[in-house]
């Protein structure tokens, strides 16, 4: 019997309820947050994306949240499942695939994990424990005697930065390519010297500075702080005054608002790149001096400012429309900077595949700048450059 006979009307249709309805809404709901952020996507829209009404969600999730935690889950699964082998060449080869297969969901992995409750989080974070086990254990297996465990699993986490990095842009790549530079660049991060973690450094810190300077200065500062331990929706004005040690009132006095507030701290970090991209290039002795200088000062930049970086990779979404505009413009110009350099270095090497490197290099840098510490005579910020130089020659 046909569809249009169970329906008892000649020509009419029913649409069947397709079977893996949940994954479908789940993946939608997955993409739109790391397009827009979690904040930033109404269930409706969910809803719209996979074609069905907003009140037809509940059949299949009680709130936003379980479908954030069940696309969670969903992708350290197929990670999971995709790493099984115990060769390193084969575990490279599908970690690739997949960060060209979920390129649109990747930022999970960097980003929205942060507005899990902590025992969802602690549950990622054991399945990304396990997938570093993994890498690890073929990485020792390969370079024998080269490294110990640390070391390995030090690096296993870059060449994860590697593959995550193709969540934080959308340069344009073919997938055949895409997936052998992100391969080329996972083996040379593997390949290299390891940035073993390191005790934080004694002296002070971006929390201790902030009292010295203008109020503006120091409500800028405590809401970078905030913002990147809580996430911009989690912080109000008044958590943002009380850390300045003023009223709430009084924030208004020197932002509009709190969107305003993050604009001017993402200004604030473009113009911090865009003086230390000046004073690397200054007195460069060729393409490559250029090159590393500009990755030194990426790393150091990184590094002491490290909340300030943070904030302005994770937060872009909620900025006002014509900021966000006007600083993704500055970023992109920015990374063509990087391009540049790179293809003057190296002539037979396609821009797409460039620009891949280069953000995969930056990102190696950033992730890396969440978990790692160090201090300058440990000569942990070489370490660093050596592993972004590696990637950007892959």
């Not at 994306?49 to 907003?54: K, L, M, N, T």
């Not at 954030?68 to 990670?79: I, N, S, W, Y």
């Not at 490197?357 to 660093?384: C, E, I, K, P, Q």
Request: contains cysteine; positive net charge; hydrophobic residues 45%.
């Amino acid at each position: 019997m046909s569809i249009a006979e169970a329906s008892g009307e000649p020509g009419s249709t029913v649409r069947k309820r397709p079977k893996d309805r949940k994954a479908q809404l789940a993946l939608a709901a997955a993409e739109l947050f790391c397009e827009r952020g979690y904040h930033g996507v109404s269930l409706d829209e969910i809803a719209t994306a996979v074609g069905i009404s907003g009140p037809a969600i509940y059949r299949h999730f009680p709130n936003k949240y379980a479908m954030l935690v069940f696309a969670t889950r969903r992708l350290a699964d197929t990670v999971l499942a995709a790493t099984t082998s115990e060769d390193l060449d084969e575990l490279l080869s599908a970690l690739a695939r997949l960060a060209l297969d979920g390129r649109k969901v990747a930022g999970l992995y960097q980003w929205e994990w942060r507005y899990l409750d902590a025992s969802h989080r602690d549950e990622f974070q054991a399945d990304l424990e396990t997938l570093v086990g993994r890498l690890s254990i073929a990485l020792l297996v390969h370079r024998k005697e080269d490294l110990g465990k640390p070391d390995a699993e030090a690096l296993v986490r870059a060449a994860l930065s590697v593959f995550g990095s193709l969540g934080t842009h959308r340069a344009a790549i073919a997938k055949g390519r895409g997936e052998a530079a992100l391969r080329r660049a996972a083996w040379a991060v593997l390949l290299g010297d390891p940035p073993t973690p390191l005790p934080v450094p004694a002296g002070p810190s971006e929390e201790q500075a902030v009292r010295v300077g203008a109020r503006r200065e120091i409500l800028l500062a405590e809401s970078v702080k905030l913002f990147h331990r809580y996430g911009y929706h989690a912080v109000g004005v008044e958590e943002i005054g009380r850390a300045a040690g003023i009223n709430a009132s009084s924030v208004y006095r020197y932002f509009p608002g709190k969107a305003d507030i993050l604009a001017a701290a993402f200004y604030r970090a473009s113009e911090r790149v865009a003086e230390a991209t000046a004073v690397a290039l200054s007195g460069a002795g060729g393409d490559e001096d250029a090159l590393r200088r500009m990755a030194e000062s990426y790393v150091d930049l990184t590094f002491e400012r490290s909340a300030l970086v943070s904030v302005y990779l994770a937060e872009n979404n909620n900025l006002p429309v014509a900021d966000r505009h006007e600083l993704r413009k500055m970023q992109r110009l920015h990374v063509e900077e990087w391009v540049r350099l790179l293809g003057r270095l190296r002539s037979d090497l396609p821009v797409a595949e460039a620009r891949l490197l280069v953000h995969a290099a930056l990102n190696v840098v950033t992730d890396l700048s969440r978990w790692v510490r160090f201090d300058r005579r440990s000569g942990m910020d070489r370490h660093l450059v050596r592993l972004a130089m590696a990637v950007l020659k892959a």
